[in-house]
């Protein structure tokens, strides 16, 4: 199966009053998007919100964008202590139909 990465430094984190909690930093390595699942430490928090300091809103994050990323279910003082850590995600993409059969031809090439 295909992993697409993600790796972004937590630079802040706030809160915004009736929305949740944000993370914010310059994307690294990697893509994220709508309803992708970051880990920081040890948990995992969907990413239900994506702001792009240069006009764009919603669109996927990718390196070197300064972002805003709003977690679901995060709390502000549980990711203050991962302050200056790194923000990752590795998400499946593809079927697996897609992988069995690039395992095939690969196994066909080195026949």
């Known amino acids: ?13 706030f809160t915004i009053t009736g929305r949740g909690t944000v993370i914010t930093g310059t994307v690294a390595y990697g893509s994220i998007a709508l309803g992708d699942m970051i880990r920081i430490g040890d948990q995992e928090y969907a990413c239900t919100g994506i702001e792009q300091f240069v006009n764009r809103t919603g669109r996927p994050a990718v390196v070197g964008e300064n972002v805003g990323l709003l977690l679901r279910g995060a709390e502000k003082d549980e990711i203050m202590k991962w302050r200056g850590t790194n923000a990752t995600s590795e998400v499946p ?17 080195e026949s």
């Open 1 to 13: 199966m295909n992993i697409k990465t993600f790796e972004m430094p937590i630079v802040d984190v």
């Open 93 to 109: 993409f593809g079927s697996q139909e897609d992988d069995s059969a690039q395992d095939q031809g690969s196994t066909a090439k």
